[in-house]
């Protein structure tokens, strides 16, 4: 899981391939009118992470790689998407590759950027946008389900898959993602499907500056995609700060009183909504940080770098970033018994800096 993906979606003019260019430092186009995407735009971006500098200073490494993000930008969708209006499609394909949705709905106010249904209405948006994800849904697992009690007549085994999908397909009738109806198991057990309403869905509100800091309406948006990860970014003020250097970036972010840049928001995000945490492991020639699953043991962590290491398991040497921060070095960490020996029922930390012991 060296690298997650998201889909960056929403209806035409809402500002999705601005910030695709915020968050990854290029040049795509970005116009006033629909499906100025046409192509699905990908960009791989580095994940934020000041303890690896850090680190590099007490290792002494000589070479730094984060964590990295794959964000797709997707053309703009619209309502009969899912039977084939616009790029139809096509572009629900693009969302089935991805692992997460970054839904951009357009709360702004510009007289010059035409929205679509000639009306700001976020709550319309959102709608318009899982209805067509249900709807392509739906005729998934519509076609599975054809084909599956077909096969279930002649083989029992399939009947479980076959109510599953029957399961599935009732909420999807209702217009509801299968994620609010349907248990992790039972997801598991559709994922061959790659359905879209079975992926998290972090929503992006594009607001007007003045919005960054007014809680009531951050609280009203929030309301209408709970329990959904939501954030407010100012995508054009994003656009601005990506073209400044760090420090003047960071001073501008300040005075708004924005903590986190557009992207490190949503890496933080994405990685909450996946489920995902990052461990780290650092020496002379390299350090890195790894993505996992929360709850990952140690053993699935050292699989992350290779499965020879996870197969021939013995240990894992961890200590705690905090820790190494503050004292300066391992051997001070290891006089102050701050280094311990793990084995493999360990459940890894976010801050773990691991050194793996295998044989194979």
């Not at 009738?173 to 879209?196: A, H, I, M, T, Y």
Request: one cysteine or more; glycine letters at 6%; hydrophobic letters at 40%.
């Amino acid at each position: 899981m060296s690298s997650i993906s998201c889909g960056i979606v929403g209806l035409p003019n809402v500002g999705k391939s601005t910030l695709f260019n915020a968050l990854t430092k290029s040049s795509v186009l970005a116009a006033n009118y629909p499906f100025a995407t046409i192509d699905p735009n990908v960009g791989i971006v580095s994940v934020p992470d000041p303890r690896l500098q850090r680190l590099s200073e007490l290792y002494s490494s000589q070479k730094i790689t984060p964590a990295t993000v794959r964000f797709v930008d997707i053309a703009g969708l619209v309502a009969g998407a899912s039977k084939g209006e616009g790029l139809g499609n096509q572009f629900l394909a693009h969302i089935r590759s991805t692992s997460s949705i970054v839904e951009v709905v357009r709360v702004f106010s510009d007289n010059l950027i035409t929205h679509v249904n000639k009306k700001v209405d976020p709550r319309t948006d959102i709608d318009t946008i899982l209805t067509e994800l249900a709807l392509a849904d739906l005729d998934t697992v519509n076609r599975r389900l054809g084909q599956t009690e077909k096969e279930a007549k002649a083989n029992p085994k399939l009947r479980p898959k076959l109510e599953l999908l029957k399961e599935a397909s009732k909420f999807l009738e209702q217009g509801k993602p299968v994620s609010s109806g349907l248990d992790n198991d039972s997801l598991e057990g559709l994922s061959d499907l790659q359905l879209l309403t079975a992926k998290p869905i972090i929503y992006l509100f594009n607001v007007d500056e003045d919005v960054l800091e007014d809680q009531q309406k951050q609280k009203e948006l929030k309301s209408l995609v709970a329990p959904s990860e939501a954030l407010f970014i100012s995508v054009k003020l994003e656009s601005e700060l990506s073209t400044l250097e760090d420090y003047d970036a960071k001073e501008l972010r300040e005075s708004y009183n924005i903590h986190l840049s557009g992207l490190e928001s949503l890496v933080v995000a994405a990685y909450k909504a996946l489920g995902l945490q990052s461990f780290l492991t650092a020496g002379q020639k390299e350090v890195r940080a790894w993505t996992i699953r929360k709850g990952a043991t140690a053993p699935e962590a050292a699989g992350e770098i290779h499965s020879d290491m996870q197969r021939g398991f013995i240990a894992a040497e961890i200590v705690n970033y905090k820790d190494l921060d503050e004292l300066g070095s391992v051997s001070a960490c290891r006089a102050a018994g701050k280094i311990r020996t793990e084995g493999k029922s360990y459940i890894m930390q976010p801050d773990d800096i691991v050194e793996f012991k295998f044989n194979v």
